[in-house]
C-alpha cells in the first residue's frame, strides 16, 4: 500500500543522511500489512488507522472476511433461483433470461426430482416444470414423439408433411385423406356397398348404374331438370311442362317442329345454347337422358333413337321413352307406393302375405254334418250331430230334439209309398221269381185278380170265370 502525504516541506535536507529529511515527508510511502486485510478505522474521527479484518456493511462492505460468506451475505434474504447482474450502472439480483443470458447448449445434468417431475413432464425454458396438456400452440415447431400418446380429440393437423408409417397403424384402424395419390396393398373388403362417381376415364371404377347402362347398350348422360312436350322457342326464361326455369337448367328440347334443333339445352335469359357437354361427338345413338322434373316427363328416361354417324345441328335428333314410373298406375286391389306395388287384402276374405295370397281363416276346421256359408260361398258356421251306435237286432237309427242319433225301437202307425219304375197307372205288382220282381199290367174295368198256382203269374179274369166252381172228373 502506498501513502502520499498532502504536507509538503519547503526545507532541504541536511548534511546528516541517518536523520529523517524534509524529501522524506514529500515522497510517497508503501505500507506492508502482516496479512491479507484492510487498512482504516471503523468509527468517525481523527485516530490512528488500523488493519481491519473485514469492512462493515454500514461501510460498504460485507462484513465477512471470506468471498463465499461475502456471496452468502450479498444473497442474504433474497429469493431463490435469482442472480447478481450488472445493469451498467449497478449491480442488480435479477433471474437468468435463457433466451439471451445463454449461448449454445445448456448443459442440464439433473431433471429428475422437484415439484411436478414425473415420467409424464418436461423442463420448461421458464424454470418450471409442464405436461404434454399445457403446451401452447407456438410451443413446438418441429421435432419428434417417441412413442406419445396424444388424445385424438386434442390432435389438429395444420401442416402436409403428416407421415404415419404402416407399422404405426394397427388391424383395425381407419384412415382417410382427402386428395393426393395413395396406394393400397392388401385384400379390403367392405361391409356396404360403396358410393362413387360415373367413371369418365379409363383407369376409373365403373359404377353399377353405369355397367348396367352399358349392358343395355345404352350410355348415360347428365340428367336434365325438364323436358319439353312441344315445339318451343329457344330464348329466354319459361315455364315447360310445369317447371319455372331459371338460367343454367339443363332442358332436353326433344319436340321441334324442326328436330335437328333437338338436344340437351342450358337455359338462358337470351339465346339457348346447347350443352358443351352434349354438342358433338359425344351425340351418339343409345344416348339415355333422366328427366328429374315436370308434369308429364318426371321421372322418365328418353334414349336417342337416331342412328349413328350423327351431326349435330344437321341431322334429326329423335328421342324415345326409355322408362317411366308414372306409366305403373296401382289398378283395382292394388296400392303403389314409390317403385313398389302391393295386393291390398280384405279382412276376414283375402290375406297378402309376402309371397303369397290365401283366404282368410273363418271359424275352426274339421267335419260337419251340416255347415252354414256366406254370400261367398265361405263356410261360416258348422254343425255336428252324434251318433251313438247300438248292436241290438231290429233297431231303428232315431234323431232327438238336439239332432242327435241314437238306435232304438221306434212304435207307431208307420206308411209306407213305394215306387217302382217301368209301370203305369193300375199296374201291379207281383213275384216273378226268387229275388224277381215284376209288374202285370192294369186289367179291364170289372175284371178281378185270379191266381194261376205256383210258378206261374196272376192274371186278371172277369167276375163271372173267377165265380164258376171247379169242374172235377170222374174216376
Request: charged letters at 10%; zero cysteines; a negative charge.
Amino acid at each position: 500500500m502506498q501513502v502520499k502525504h498532502n504536507f509538503v516541506s519547503a526545507k532541504s535536507d541536511g548534511a546528516d543522511t541517518a536523520q529523517v529529511q524534509p524529501s522524506h515527508w514529500n515522497a510517497e510511502h508503501i505500507i506492508t500489512l502482516d496479512a491479507p486485510g484492510v487498512l482504516g478505522r471503523t468509527a468517525a474521527g481523527l485516530g490512528p488507522a488500523t488493519e481491519l479484518a473485514s469492512v462493515p456493511i454500514s461501510l460498504g462492505g460485507t462484513g465477512q472476511t471470506t468471498q463465499q460468506a461475502a456471496l452468502n451475505a450479498l444473497a442474504g434474504g433474497v429469493t431463490n433461483n435469482r442472480v447478481l447482474r450488472a445493469n451498467g450502472t449497478n449491480v442488480i439480483l435479477d433471474f437468468v433470461n435463457l433466451s439471451t443470458d445463454v449461448t449454445g447448449n445448456l448443459a442440464v445434468t439433473s431433471l429428475g426430482s422437484g415439484t411436478g417431475a414425473s415420467s409424464s413432464t418436461f423442463w420448461r425454458g421458464d424454470g418450471s416444470w409442464a405436461s404434454i396438456s399445457n403446451l401452447s400452440t407456438s410451443a413446438i415447431t418441429s421435432g419428434t414423439f417417441a412413442d406419445a400418446r396424444i388424445a385424438q380429440s386434442s390432435v389438429t393437423q395444420h401442416q402436409a408433411a403428416l407421415t404415419i408409417s404402416e407399422s404405426q397403424i394397427t388391424d383395425g384402424s381407419v384412415l382417410a385423406r382427402i386428395g393426393g395419390t395413395e396406394v393400397i396393398t392388401g385384400n379390403w373388403s367392405y361391409n356396404n356397398p360403396i358410393v362413387g362417381a360415373e367413371p369418365t376415364l379409363s383407369t376409373h371404377l365403373a359404377t353399377k348404374a353405369y355397367v348396367d347402362a352399358i349392358a343395355s347398350n345404352v350410355s348415360p348422360q347428365l340428367h336434365v331438370r325438364a323436358a319439353t312436350t312441344a315445339d318451343i322457342f329457344l330464348n329466354g326464361l319459361q315455364t315447360i311442362d310445369t317447371v319455372v326455369l331459371i338460367a343454367g337448367d339443363r332442358v332436353l328440347v326433344k319436340d321441334q317442329l324442326l328436330a335437328s334443333e333437338n338436344g340437351i339445352y342450358v337455359v338462358a335469359a337470351g339465346a339457348w345454347s346447347r350443352a358443351t357437354n352434349y354438342d358433338g361427338s359425344e351425340v351418339s345413338a343409345g344416348d339415355l337422358i333422366f328427366v328429374a322434373e315436370g308434369s308429364a316427363n318426371i321421372n322418365t328416361s328418353f334414349v336417342l333413337l337416331t342412328p349413328d354417324p350423327i351431326t349435330v345441328g344437321l341431322d334429326d335428333l329423335t328421342f324415345g321413352i326409355f322408362t317411366r314410373t308414372g306409366d305403373l298406375i296401382a289398378g283395382n286391389g292394388l296400392t303403389k307406393t314409390g317403385q313398389t306395388f302391393n295386393v291390398v287384402g280384405t279382412s276376414g276374405r283375402i290375406v297378402a302375405n309376402a309371397n303369397s295370397l290365401d283366404l282368410d281363416t273363418a271359424g275352426s276346421p274339421g267335419t260337419y254334418v251340416s255347415v252354414t256359408t256366406d254370400a261367398y260361398g265361405r263356410v261360416t258356421s258348422g254343425i255336428n250331430y252324434t251318433i251313438t251306435p247300438n248292436n241290438t237286432n231290429n233297431a231303428i237309427v232315431q234323431r232327438d230334439a238336439s239332432g242327435n242319433f241314437t238306435a232304438n225301437t221306434m212304435t207307431g202307425t208307420a206308411s209306407l209309398a213305394l215306387s217302382i219304375s217301368g209301370g203305369v197307372t193300375g199296374s201291379v205288382v207281383y213275384q216273378s221269381g226268387v229275388s224277381t220282381t215284376s209288374l202285370l199290367a192294369p186289367g179291364t174295368s170289372g175284371q178281378v185278380l185270379t191266381s194261376q198256382g205256383a210258378d206261374l203269374p196272376p192274371q186278371w179274369a172277369s167276375a163271372s170265370q173267377a165265380s164258376q166252381p171247379a169242374a172235377f172228373s170222374a174216376f
